[in-house]
């Protein structure tokens, strides 16, 4: 079982650029989360989504959008893309909403020129 | 805005010895907090968790959960060079299904 993969690693962006983040597990988990992770930042919360078919904005939505594609795909897209979202992006996984465990991807590093 | 607050900066500690780690958060309604473990490079791993006041040990790992205090620390007895990382502190609220993450705190253990 490969977990929770994440693709892209790498990516770089030139600013009003489009492109969307994909995450796939294959854990059959219920709830599945898009984070960010700057330098001092810790990580915050994009989106997440409790289960199929839901998604929900997190700390930090604005210029993200989500798809939930089915139980085991949740991609992030960034319809134009911004030097402020250069980040290193995760996506984690858990059993069902208030789960316990967090299983996060590898993640996806990300620069926006 | 719930708060998770790690405001420590790196820790240097020899191997060997107790390294300590601390964490307050804002909302007293908390349920659930975790230690994650991060290394370089790498995505968060959960280490542990506590729901209950008091202390957990699981290995060389103790957390401790004050809820009146508002405060949840993590020890790593007798730590070693592979310690070395950033320990993430998270909490899930209450009537939350998120988690909020603290800052992160980098423990760098000297062989």
């Known amino acids: 079982n490969a977990g929770v993969t994440q693709t892209p690693k790498f990516q770089v962006l030139k600013t009003g650029q489009s492109m969307t983040l994909q995450c796939a597990q294959d854990?059959?988990?219920?709830?599945m989360y898009w984070y960010r992770q700057d330098p001092g930042m810790g990580l915050r919360l994009i989106y997440y989504s409790a289960s199929e078919g839901t998604t929900d904005k997190g700390e930090v939505p604005n210029g993200y959008n989500v798809s939930r594609l089915n139980k085991r795909e949740f991609s992030l897209r960034l319809e134009s893309a911004a030097p402020s979202q250069t980040s290193v992006y995760f996506c984690?996984?858990?059993?069902?909403?208030?789960?316990?465990?967090?299983?996060f991807g590898p993640g996806t590093r990300l620069t926006v020129l | 805005q719930k708060e998770v607050e790690q405001n420590s900066g790196p820790l240097s500690v020899p191997e060997g010895a107790i390294a300590s780690l601390n964490c307050t958060y804002s909302?007293?309604?908390?349920?659930?907090f975790f230690w994650y473990r991060q290394y370089s490079g790498k995505s968060p791993e959960l280490i542990m968790s506590i729901y209950s006041n008091g202390d957990k040990e699981d290995g060389r790992f103790t957390a401790q959960l004050n809820k009146a205090s508002q405060y949840v620390s993590l020890l790593i007895r007798d730590s070693q060079p592979s310690d070395s990382a950033t320990y993430l502190c998270?909490?899930?609220?209450?009537?939350?299904?998120?988690?909020?993450f603290g800052k992160g705190n980098q423990v760098v253990v000297i062989p």
């Open positions: 854990m059959n988990h219920n709830s």
């Open positions: 909302d007293r309604g908390s349920q659930s």
């Open positions: 998270a909490v899930r609220y209450y009537g939350n299904n998120r988690l909020a």
């Open positions: 984690a996984t858990v059993l069902s909403n208030g789960a316990d465990t967090q299983y």
